[in-house]
Every structure is written in structure tokens, then in C-alpha cells.
Nanobody, 128 residues
Framework: QVQLAESGGGLVQAGQSLRLSCAAS????????MAWFRQAPGKEREFVSS????????AYSESVKGRFTVSRDNARNTLYLQMDSLTPDDTGVYYC?????????????????????WGPGTQVTVSS
């Protein structure tokens, strides 16, 4: 069973960038499809991005497409999310999540209930 831990969140101004990391332990990251979700205050957790187990295919929500880039380094057991051109609407707690790679990769067609493993989250705050 994999344990996940996010890092890299913080307070930035609109237009700036942040890079989130998600370190995996207890298992090999390459065994999992990975995703990023976020939850803004008072809102439900929403899908941000996903990446297949080998890193060859990825997908994004419409709200972040063209600004965010997901990547993974399976050798380092680490998932990343590069976030550029941040806006106040990007504010929230960001979570990395994993699900067994045996299940078909579905691009952006994921909800949080599709994932079994979660990190505790990291706060991202974007000021205007």
C-alpha cells in the first residue's frame, strides 16, 4: 500500500508559479495511475490532472489546461504539478491521489471516489 505526501504549496501572487511534489513511499509509484485534485473553501473536491503509470499520457481539467503540467519520475517515486499563470481561482488544498494501474486509464474522466490512496494535501493560496 502506497503512502503519499504533498509538498510545495504556499502563498503567491496572481501570475506567479508554483511546483507541487508528491512523494510516494511503501510501494512503487509506477504501479499507480496518479492524479491531482483540489478543494477550494466551501466547494467540493475537483479533478485537476491525471497521468498514466508510465507517464506517457496525461489529461487536465479545462480550467487548468495550458497552465498546469503534470509529470512523474517513477525512479524517484515522485509526482509533480507545475502550475503557471496562477489566478485566485486556483486557491485551495491540493491533493495527490493514486489508483492501481490495472484499471483502464480514463484521462480527465475521474472523480475523487475513483482513487484509493490520498495524501494529506498542501495549501495553495493565490492573491490578486
Amino acid at each position: 500500500q502506497v503512502q503519499l505526501a504533498e509538498s510545495g504549496g504556499g502563498l503567491v501572487q496572481a501570475g506567479q508559479s508554483l511546483r507541487l511534489s508528491c512523494a510516494a513511499s511503501g510501494s512503487t509509484l509506477s504501479m499507480y495511475t496518479m492524479a491531482w485534485f483540489r478543494q477550494a473553501p466551501g466547494k467540493e473536491r475537483e479533478f485537476v490532472s491525471s497521468i498514466a503509470s508510465r507517464g506517457t499520457v496525461s489529461a487536465y481539467s479545462e480550467s487548468v489546461k495550458g497552465r498546469f503540467t503534470v509529470s512523474r519520475d517513477n525512479a524517484r517515486n515522485t509526482l509533480y504539478l507545475q502550475m503557471d499563470s496562477l489566478t485566485p481561482d486556483d486557491t485551495g488544498v491540493y491533493y495527490c491521489a493514486g489508483r492501481d494501474r490495472m484499471y483502464r486509464y480514463r484521462g480527465s474522466d475521474y472523480r475523487d471516489r475513483d482513487f484509493d490512496y490520498w495524501g494529506p494535501g498542501t495549501q495553495v493560496t493565490v492573491s490578486s
